[in-house]
């Protein structure tokens, strides 16, 4: 079976996990290490450091109104600034340790994404319900959920209780009823305050912010949430037109042809949609916003009516009011803090379990086990039994009931009207899918039954929608960084490209196009070619697949091509498919596909004689040639 890529320990299966909350802390802690450990260390501090300014703001204030020496006054200020520069500097060494390793999480988890796309089946990588579970698995990891901001969230949750214990244990003694002569003489409303169930009215106006902090923040959640999901096919769209304005390559079509308008009205449109579900979004949620900030007023009023006035009937110092005010006021910020924290919690779980979604995605192709046999001779045999396939969400077959045995070593073409099913029968041969019904084999085995990266190495293939990338030409022809570079110029020579090579000054480490460096070289559509055919010889596969592989040249580059065929081919199986005649000739089996079907084969002159499609497609040809 093939090995995958997810990092051992960590589930990507939601059913058998704890919750988002421990898989995702396992995940962190496995992808960066220290991560964590960085981000509770700076939470500790930070929940220390206000209480520091707290405390001895009271007591300088209280020196102050009892005219304390300067001295004493002075050394509290000292100590409230040493210790609070101490924190500082400590938590800004701590944070630049952290900022690296939020880079680097970053990095892994994307890595985690790419290592799975290029994991995935072709036929599932290509339907519009994948692109989509990607955009939203990347959107969930990096943009709207961000597991770095969870993270966040959950260390919050750790500094707002640290927050309230230290809250607590300062306002204790607010509560605790004063004797003797401080509540001699004091009226009904002084002694209610000096009782310890006064305390019942602070609670009271506290728990009726928090509810409705909760009640907001969850409101306002779920409306995110329903926004983000609602539009995620928007934003990919959206991502496509930006995309597509700022490719260099694709800029001649938009100018020669004056698409500027049909590509600025498709993201006019787009950005139209988005804006209008994005007002709908902010209108719910000002109105739902309304209910915590009256609900925080009167909070507010109630505790500083409250506090206020037992130091006005002197139960309390003026200082000490100001302890107390502060830190109610950190503990109603912590408590509503929490709330908010575990409905965004729940929130980002929705936006994180996007990417566990994905991460769970199981291929469908089958993952055989045996080995292709190490020939020398490359006598392969392939065979279509009864081959038939349909694509995806369509009911029309593309293949139906082919029967095709590919004798090894011969030149073989594929020919047919637009639609046939050529490109599709190759990409069976090459399991890019698996067949609806019937079997394909090599050597008599199921070809599914093959190891699937061993089966892959047979095949050396030039699609017509071929691409080469923007790194050097060696690595565009030998697939790799590391690569032989003799034999990566000999294929480059047998392809044709000997006259532009020549005149590369950096040769095989010339880079190509500018899309990762800015003196990377532009090369013409036959060129790319032919640096597409050299990749194909570089592989020295068993089996050689070239889709139109001329169409880019020009007739005497072509022609040149043709002539070294047998030279590049010689001991192979190879297989054209081309909508050029004249490049069937020198093929010893031509296979004619009409409607998803074969409906004739042999070489040229049988076919002629048969006076079938084949003649019919020659002769509308051959009188351009004449």
């Not at 692109?131 to 707002?160: H, N, P, Q, W």
């Not at 990919?236 to 600025?264: A, E, P």
């Not at 090579?501 to 036959?526: M, R």
Request: with cysteine; aromatic share 14%; hydrophobic share 40%.
């Amino acid at each position: 079976m093939k090995q995958s890529n997810k990092p051992e320990n960590v589930d990507f299966n939601a059913e058998k996990t704890r919750g988002t909350v421990g898989k995702v802390l396992r995940l962190v802690h496995y992808l960066t290490p220290g991560y964590l450990t960085f981000l509770v260390l700076i939470r500790i501090m930070s929940s220390a450091q206000p209480f520091i300014n707290i405390f001895f703001s009271s007591k300088i204030l209280d020196g102050l109104i009892r005219l304390d020496s300067f001295e004493s006054i002075f050394r509290n200020v000292i100590i409230m600034v040493s210790i609070d520069t101490a924190i500082v500097l400590v938590r800004w060494r701590l944070e630049g340790f952290h900022w690296v390793k939020k880079v680097e999480l970053q990095y892994r988890i994307s890595k985690l994404i790419i290592d799975k796309t290029v994991e995935l089946d072709f036929d599932i990588l290509e339907k519009h319900e994948t692109l989509d579970m990607i955009k939203k698995a990347k959107d969930g990891m990096t943009a709207s959920g961000d597991i770095r901001v969870f993270c966040d969230e959950i260390a919050e949750i750790l500094e707002k209780i640290i927050t309230i214990i230290y809250s607590v244990v300062i306002l204790v003694p607010l509560f605790i009823p004063q004797t003797g002569e401080a509540v001699a003489g004091l009226s009904w409303l002084g002694s209610f305050l000096n009782q310890w169930y006064s305390f019942f009215v602070m609670v009271f106006v506290l728990a009726l912010h928090v509810a409705a902090s909760y009640y907001t923040n969850k409101k306002s959640s779920m409306l995110q949430v329903q926004f983000f999901e609602k539009n995620v096919t928007y934003n990919r769209y959206f991502n496509y037109w930006f995309d597509l304005i700022f490719n260099y390559s694709i800029g001649k079509y938009i100018r020669l042809y004056k698409m500027q308008k049909l590509v600025t009205k498709k993201v006019d449109k787009t950005n139209e949609t988005l804006e209008k579900e994005g007002v709908a979004w902010t209108d719910k949620s000002i109105k739902v916003s309304v209910i915590p900030i009256v609900s925080q007023g009167i909070m507010q009023l109630v505790s500083y009516a409250y506090v206020g006035l037992k130091a006005v009937f002197s139960l309390i110092s003026a200082g000490k009011c100001l302890l107390y005010v502060s830190s109610y006021t950190k503990l109603v910020e912590s408590i509503t803090g929490i709330s908010k924290n575990f409905v965004q919690i729940k929130t980002e779980s929705r936006y994180l379990s996007f990417f566990y979604d994905y991460m769970k995605i199981k291929n469908k192709r089958y993952e055989g086990t045996i080995p292709t046999e190490k020939r020398d001779d490359n006598l392969f045999e392939i065979e279509f039994r009864d081959v038939s396939f349909k694509y995806a969400n369509t009911e029309n077959w593309a293949l139906r009931h082919v029967n095709q045995k590919i004798t090894l070593g011969t030149k073989n073409a594929v020919v047919g009207k637009n639609g046939a099913g050529k490109t599709t029968f190759i990409k069976l041969l090459c399991r890019l899918y698996e067949p609806t019904e019937g079997q394909i084999l090599l050597n008599g085995v199921d070809i599914r039954y093959y190891d699937y990266q061993d089966y892959a190495k047979l095949f050396a293939i030039v699609f017509q929608d071929f691409n080469l990338f923007s790194f050097t030409l060696g690595e565009n022809v030998g697939s790799g960084i590391d690569y032989d570079k003799d034999r990566a110029v000999e294929c480059l020579e047998k392809a044709g490209f000997k006259e532009r090579f020549d005149k590369l000054e950096k040769g095989l480490d010339t880079p190509l196009y500018q899309y990762n460096d800015e003196q990377g070289v532009e090369i013409s559509g036959g060129e790319a070619q032919k640096v597409a055919i050299a990749r194909s010889l570089y592989k020295d596969a068993p089996f050689v697949i070239m889709d139109e592989p001329t169409s880019a040249l020009d007739p005497v580059a072509e022609y040149e091509i043709y002539k070294r065929f047998d030279e590049m081919v010689q001991g192979k199986t190879s297989i054209y498919i081309s909508h050029r005649m004249s490049s069937c000739r020198f093929c010893d089996n031509i296979i004619v596909f009409d409607d998803g079907k074969i409906v004739e084969q042999g070489n040229h002159d049988k076919l002629m004689q048969n006076g079938g499609l084949y003649s019919e497609l020659w002769n509308a040809q051959a009188q351009y040639y004449a």
